[in-house]
């Protein structure tokens, strides 16, 4: 789930077949989300480089509001917003980053249905970083080169890892 494992920084698998390991895999993540607590996960956070992404803004309290979501991809997205951004993978990093105001978001839920989601705000910022997991970025890539920098060498210590860039 942590910074500076490989699988955070490599492009994820696309699911090609819904099985009993897909959904095994949708349930850990929905419980890990929402224990830490999250409003999103992405496979790639427990470690599994497979393109599944969990969402919940009600953070467990709306099932309404629960989106498992299987190879997403964002389709449109239109302006731009400026917000505070966190990952259970970087822990304790908060920083704005400037993400499309709205996204339409096409995938695959568990049953095989293909979904569609209109978002904006707090949702299509989510969508966002989630689907960037998929695709080995995290929101620190989002930064100046210069705050990257800072940043990963302050994770990199407080994690009690050497060397690398
Ligand atoms: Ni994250």
Redesign the pocket.
Known sequence: MIYGRPVLSTRAEPITNIDAAVAELAQDMVATMHEAP?I???AP?VDVSRRLITVDLSVGRDNRELIVLLNPEILEKEGESSAEE?????PGIFEKVARPLRVSVRGVDLEGREKTYEAQDLLARVFC??I??LDGK??LDHLSPLKRQLLKRRLRKEMGLSGGR
Do not use: N
């Not at 966190?86 to 970087?90: E, K, N, P, T």
């Open positions: 999250g999103g996960l992405a956070q966190g990952c259970l993978s970087v970083h989630e960037d997991h995290l929101f």
